[in-house]
Nanobody, 126 residues
Framework: QVQLVESGGGLVQTGGSLRLSCTVS????????MGWSRQAPGKELEFVAG????????YYGDSVKGRFTISRDNAKNTVYLQMNSLNPADTAVYYC???????????????????WGQGTQVTVSS
């Protein structure tokens, strides 16, 4: 089972920025697509962003396109989510997620992931 540990959540004002990090203690990190999803209170899990093995392929949910950027550092086994222009609708628990080992492509939906972190809370105040 892949272990994913998120960090970087917190409280920010509308218009602010946060960067989430997710470190994977797994040698297969560089062979796994990665991504982020989020869940707001009372709502379903929502796909946020996905990135391919190499980092060359990225995909974003419509609600975050143009504001969020996903990236990865395979030397550090870490994936990042830079979140800019945050608004209260972005308030949620954010989950880091990994795809299956050696399955290529760029994730574009929650169902593309097989392992999940414990989540980190992001709260945007108005």
């Amino acid at each position: 089972q892949v272990q994913l540990v998120e960090s970087g959540g917190g409280l920010v004002q509308t218009g602010g920025s946060l960067r989430l990090s997710c470190t994977v203690s797994e040698q297969t990190f560089s062979r796994r697509a990665m991504g982020w999803s989020r869940q707001a209170p009372g709502k379903e899990l929502e796909f946020v962003a996905g990135i391919s093995w190499t980092g060359l392929g990225t995909y974003y949910g419509d609600s975050v396109k143009g504001r969020f950027t996903i990236s990865r550092d395979n030397a550090k086994n870490t994936v990042y989510l830079q979140m800019n222009s945050l608004n209260p609708a972005d308030t949620a628990v954010y989950y880091c997620a990994a795809g299956a080992d050696q399955v290529g492509g760029t994730p574009s939906a929650v169902g593309d992931f097989t392992s999940w972190g414990q989540g980190t809370q992001v709260t945007v105040s108005s």
